[in-house]
């Protein structure tokens, strides 16, 4: 998503919502992700926290202010408050909001584009069927793979290493037997992506050319 134009759907979303409430809502009703975030609280509180982070890292890029340490942030530390029950696991929610969080303020602060929309809608897209008593497991996958991810990317981009977003080995968070192994690493490696593209991009805010390890 364009930045101006992310920019702009952001301000008109906080001056459209009267309550928080309301604004946490336009993801379930209106997003094409929708699907996604009820389904997982992970990534109903990492989108959230994105779009904060953004916002916050934009204005202080714009005034000029040197880059905050994000866990100052009132609205950071103060995630559980952007939480109601009917969106899951409080905990999850907390933990993909400051991770949103962290993300957007990064980006918006290098002048980066607005990635986490059109990255969690692809996520979505692929995302399996999902079957209601399968939820915690679903939502255990996106986050665990995330946060691996975020480790391998931050690791590969500190080194220069090739672009491996697929790179996600499952056996070491499998935490579960058949028949929903197949369904965890389905959903493990599409959390895995997208935390390996926030890692890796963390490291290289600018646009680069970027080999990915495996193409000719």
Known sequence: MPRSTA???????????????????????????????????????????YEQGFHFGDLDLQLSHAPQEVKKN???????????????DK????????????????DAFDGS???????????????????????????LAISDGYLDGVRSGLNDGRISADYRPDGSDCELALRFKEPPAKFFCSVYSLGYR????????????????RHIAGEQ
């Open 7 to 49: 920019l702009l759907f952001c301000a008109l979303l906080l001056a459209s919502c009267l309550t928080r409430a309301v604004c946490q809502d336009q993801h379930l009703l209106h997003d094409p992700a929708g699907h996604l975030y009820s389904s997982s609280s992970f990534a109903h509180g990492y989108v959230h926290g």
């Open 74 to 88: 009132s609205a950071y530390k103060s995630a559980d408050k952007q939480f109601k029950k009917e969106y899951g």
């Open 91 to 106: 905990r999850t929610f907390v933990e993909g909001y400051q991770s949103g969080f962290r993300t957007g303020y990064a």
């Open 113 to 139: 584009e607005f990635r986490a929309v059109q990255n969690l809608r692809e996520l979505a897209h692929e995302l399996p069927q999902v079957d209601p008593h399968a939820t915690p497991i679903l939502d």
């Open 194 to 209: 997208l935390g390996y593209s926030d890692g890796f991009h963390n490291q290289h805010p600018k646009p680069v050319e």
